[in-house]
């Protein structure tokens, strides 16, 4: 049951966080995160869980991104 709810958890921070930057609702994944509490702590945890470690990937791939770009801009202007 455990690996159903993690699954499920993943999907729905993924879908979560997808919105939430089209939005541009920045208190989505909060409010989806509560909503899940009322009625599922374990739903919650692994929600929640499952969405820093999404947002944690995302902030992190946007650092190497932006680090690789300026290297790269740097050796082109040399």
Excluded: P
């Excluded at 999907?11 to 909060?30: C, F, P, R, S």
């Excluded at 374990?42 to 650092?63: Q, S």
């Amino acid at each position: 049951m455990s690996a159903i709810i993690d699954q499920m958890a993943h999907e729905l921070a993924k879908d979560a966080i997808e919105a939430a930057t089209a939005l541009g609702d920045e208190e989505l994944v909060v409010d989806i995160g509560k909503n899940l509490a009322s009625s599922s702590t374990t739903a919650e945890e692994a929600f929640m869980t499952a969405a820093r470690v999404r947002m944690a990937l995302i902030r992190a791939r946007k650092l190497l991104n932006e680090r690789i770009d300026a290297a790269a801009a740097k050796l082109d202007e040399e």
